[in-house]
């Protein structure tokens, strides 16, 4: 089915149509050179990427109906530039050409470098409908792929998700109980939403595993994190000897995706584990194999879980991936399910919190909250969190977790006093903690969590993918003892 535009985009269709029924029974070579023209156009977009991107803007100004996906620089790459640098590839790249190279079917023969294509495209309304053609085809192509007649699809809410720790929730992939709209904080409600940390697990034979799943939201990426974290479908999978190892990663551009996530796997029977964006919510999952496939749901395991509360680097900022954040990681290395309750900029030690903590039946919680506290705030709500969780919970081993140093506070005197005050105060408290008999606690200090060189971060804050595999470095020696593993 030809998709609808009005204006010149109907001009566009026209020229195709007129191409398609009066060349239709004439010879094959007219076709040939309509597919040589489209190698042209790709050839001459290669040799000459970076000035394309230097004049793009002016050409053309590509509306956000029309794909525009946000990058990890908080920038846009409109769908016709993502073709000329070659992002998308494949058949995508192919359609747009088309799109591109049907109007210029007759001046194709004096095509021969990027002047010349620049000359045949300067009116800016042809090329946006040549464009607007080719994205169209683009997308259904791709949507072709992912919607086999032979695709059989599981939707994950039938069996359950890993990462939830209330039944009681409005939508299906809250983190916090619907109940807790009122009592904790709007900030904290909001950022509830999120799918962090959740993780759906089956087991299949398929050499292709596709996904259909929408979004709450729009914002697909921020400046500091790119799409494939904020707004991504993040797959493992289990080899011979058990050990999880990364698969592929949903590179999303729109609030719902259908798509193939990998072809091509080994053959053979083994697990899998799809990790649920970080920063948006979920609203609908599915999996999809071929229908003569074996398709088997993994329920969610019934160990007691991991709980960690903490800060925007708990939820997961700014990892590349929903499998990078460190108690993903340690999720995978102890074999062991997990809850993150990360709020970002809100994660402050707060009883309205703490009040739905002491419902969950952890195997050990993990208080992770400095980045977001001063050192008054760490003084007055520390020593309550932990009598809290004790009260509820006296057995349960408490892992209190310094903040990170900000990677340049080494030049930065005020970033500095701010780790050494708050962690102070962290100290102080833990020690009067102890020395009031409060047992089951285990310290982290925070200079242990990035590397002193500070090359880890993003933004000298928020963990970089390396962060991440050195804060769980950090953390899992001392939740191995906490577990006694």
């Known amino acids: 089915m030809k998709p609808a535009f009005g204006g010149e985009g109907s001009q ?19 076709f040939a050179r309509l597919f040589q023209l489209t190698m042209k156009i790709g050839a001459i977009s290669k040799r000459t990427r970076q000035t394309y991107r230097q004049v793009s803007p002016g050409l053309l100004a590509t509306p956000a109906s029309a794909g525009v996906v946000e990058n990890n620089t908080g920038r846009t790459n409109p769908p016709h530039q993502r073709c000329w ?7 995508g790249c192919y359609a747009w050409r088309i799109g591109l190279a049907m109007p210029l079917w007759h001046q194709s023969e004096s095509l021969s470098n990027f002047s010349d294509l620049m000359n045949l495209v300067c009116n800016r309304r042809t090329f946006a409908a040549a464009s607007a053609w080719g994205l169209a085809a683009f997308s259904t192509a791709r949507l072709s792929a992912s919607d086999s007649d032979s695709i059989g699809w599981h939707d994950v809410q039938e069996w359950g998700v890993e990462g939830r720790g209330f039944a009681d929730t409005d939508l299906y992939f809250d983190r916090l109980p619907a109940r807790a709209n009122g009592v904790v904080r709007n900030a904290v409600w909001g950022l509830s939403r999120h799918s962090a940390g959740m993780m759906v697990r089956f087991r299949t034979d398929a050499t292709e595993i596709h996904a259909d799943y929408e979004l709450g939201s729009a914002s697909l990426a921020m400046p500091h994190m790119p799409a494939t ?4 479908l993040d797959l493992y999978g289990q080899d011979t000897d058990g050990r999880w190892k990364w698969v592929a990663v949903c ?9 193939k996530l990998i072809d091509g796997l080994r053959e053979g029977l083994r697990n899998y584990a799809i990790y649920l964006p970080l920063y948006n919510s979920t609203r609908t999952l599915k999996i999809g194999v071929p229908s003569g496939n074996r398709f088997e749901a993994i329920e969610p395991r019934t160990e ?12 997961g900022a700014s990892a590349s991936r929903p499998g990078m954040p460190h108690p993903a990681i340690l999720g995978r290395r102890l074999d062991h399910p997990v809850i993150n309750l990360g709020f970002s900029g809100n994660g402050k030690l707060e009883p309205e919190v703490g009040r739905f903590l002491v419902e969950l039946d ?17 003084a007055e709500r520390t020593e309550p969190m932990v009598r809290q969780l004790r009260s509820a919970h006296p057995d349960v081993p408490i892992v209190l977790a310094e903040d990170r140093n900000y990677a340049n506070s080494w030049v930065r005197p005020a970033q500095q006093e701010r780790n050494r005050s708050s962690q102070l105060e962290f100290q102080n408290a833990y020690a009067r903690l102890l020395d009031a008999g409060v047992a089951g606690l285990f310290y982290l200090p ?39 593993l």
Not at 85 to 91: I, L, R, T
């Open 12 to 30: 566009i269709l026209n020229c195709v149509d007129t191409h398609a029924q009066g060349r239709a029974k004439k010879s094959k070579s007219q």
């Open 362 to 378: 952890p195997s050990v919680y993990v208080l992770d909250c400095l980045p977001n506290m001063v050192a008054a705030e760490v």
């Open 446 to 484: 925070g200079e242990r969590l990035l590397d002193a060189n500070g090359d880890d971060t993003t933004d000298g804050s928020h963990p970089s993918d390396l962060g991440f595999y050195n804060q769980a470095n950090a953390f899992e020696p001392v939740l191995r003892r906490a577990l006694n």
């Open 85 to 91: 640098s070659g992002e998308f590839g494949g058949v």
């Open 304 to 315: 007691k879980p991991i709980v960690f509360y903490g800060t925007s680097i708990t939820h």
């Open 251 to 259: 590179k999303p551009n729109a609030q719902k995706m259908k798509l």
């Open 229 to 232: 974290g904020v707004s991504g």
